[in-house]
């Protein structure tokens, strides 16, 4: 099994699990989509949220602790997830501004060692930066992919957001 398939198996028992949770904060409506590679992995009529869990990431002391798989700890100044997932949130409220239809929220969630921090996307490119990846994502090969760094200080507990 790959690193990928643990990681990925891991990532879909922690949404399950995180379902209730996230539903009080977002609502009883609040659903997981059941697509396998759905963008986002939870949604309502007037959002979408996505789901990363991190059991490698510690909050601890105002900052964002992570230990490697070789052990090594560190200091993040920002957190990442694919690219791909911003693209598919400004098409998607492109197209309901096409439709004359009310845009969408779109929210990246971290479960960080059981604690929930969020940022809500948008596109002033300064709570964040985009970098390509040239590393391997679980797959036993490298590969490259776009990422979006959010900084950490635009990073909030989750138990903070008010709809």
Same mark, same amino acid.
């Given at each position: 099994m790959t690193q990928f398939d643990i990681d990925y198996k891991k990532g879909k028992e922690s949404e399950i699990n995180s379902l209730p949770d996230l539903q009080e904060i977002f609502g009883d409506d609040l659903i997981l989509d059941p697509e396998m590679f759905a963008h986002f992995d939870y949604h309502k009529d007037n959002l979408m949220s996505e789901l990363k869990t991190r059991d490698d990431i510690v909050f601890k002391d105002g900052k964002f602790n992570y230990t490697t798989r070789n052990g090594?700890?560190?200091?993040?100044? $920002?957190?990442?997830? %694919? /690219? &791909? @997932?911003?693209?598919? /949130?400004?098409?998607? *409220?492109?197209?309901?501004?096409?439709? !004359?239809?009310?845009?969408?929220?779109?929210?990246?969630?971290?479960?960080? !060692?059981?604690?929930?921090?969020?940022?809500?996307? !948008?596109? %002033?490119?300064?709570?964040?930066?985009?970098?390509?990846? !040239?590393? %391997?994502? =679980?797959? =036993?090969?490298?590969?490259?992919?776009?990422?979006? *760094? &959010?900084? &950490?200080?635009?990073? @909030?507990?989750? $138990?903070?957001? $008010?709809?």
């Open positions: 090594r700890k560190m200091i993040l100044d $920002s957190i990442y997830f %694919d /690219a &791909v @997932k911003m693209q598919y /949130a400004y098409q998607h *409220n492109k197209w309901r501004r096409k439709m !004359n239809e009310k845009e969408k929220r779109f929210f990246m969630i971290w479960k960080c !060692n059981k604690e929930y921090f969020y940022w809500e996307l !948008n596109w %002033d490119k300064i709570e964040y930066f985009t970098e390509e990846y !040239n590393r %391997d994502f =679980g797959h =036993g090969f490298k590969q490259v992919r776009d990422v979006i *760094n &959010v900084k &950490v200080e635009y990073i @909030k507990p989750l $138990s903070t957001l $008010s709809l």
